[in-house]
């Protein structure tokens, strides 16, 4: 999860844009935040992070990779995703969806956006969007109680642990400590 995020960070995209985005990977891994996730109690198996339809973007995406000298990986998934909205592949959701959902991504809010991308970019056959603005709100969320640069052992009072959320744990350690420098 943390290295979707960081790959999202490099290429610019705002925090409410990375809650979004990661939101939607949540559902649509179930959780597992895998490049490698299949889709489960399906006909056709959707692959991946973005879970890549054999009927939808599979096939671009497997082309994409010939193409870019690539491998399967969590970052080419990413540069995937980030190349048909801001590169020059476009075409695969269209331009004009490409257009709007950069727009939306530059100036929405975390809901805005968690909803753009479903129903422009993931098109999912039963949308959860419920879920997927839950886990965006969530992740938007954690990222002002822990943000990337705290990647390290944070150091709370008893008492002071915040309350626990899927996305707040991360890479983080938590940590209830009395006295720990006495």
Excluded at 166 to 180: F, I, R
Aim: hydrophobic share 35%.
């Amino acid at each position: 999860m943390e290295k979707i995020k960081k790959l999202l960070e490099k290429k610019g995209y705002p925090d409410t844009a990375i809650a979004a985005i990661m939101g939607n990977i949540d559902v649509e891994t179930g959780g597992s935040f895998s490049h490698k996730q299949k889709q489960r109690l399906a006909d056709r198996k959707a692959h991946g992070l973005f879970q890549f339809d054999p009927a939808g973007k599979l096939p671009d995406y497997k082309r994409w990779l010939k193409a870019n000298k690539r491998k399967d990986s969590t970052s080419s998934q990413v540069d995937f995703f980030d190349s048909t909205i801001f590169g020059k592949d476009r075409k695969i959701v269209g331009y004009g969806n490409a257009e709007k959902l950069q727009e939306i991504i530059r100036t929405g809010d975390v809901p805005e956006i968690t909803k753009a991308l479903s129903d422009l970019w993931f098109r999912p056959g039963i949308p959860h969007l419920e879920r997927r603005l839950e886990s965006a709100n969530n992740l938007f969320t954690a990222q002002d109680q822990y943000p990337a640069e705290t990647n390290r052992l944070d150091v709370y009072e008893v008492g002071a642990v915040p309350e626990y959320t899927p996305a707040s744990l991360g890479n983080t350690l938590l940590y209830k400590v009395e006295d720990m420098f006495k």
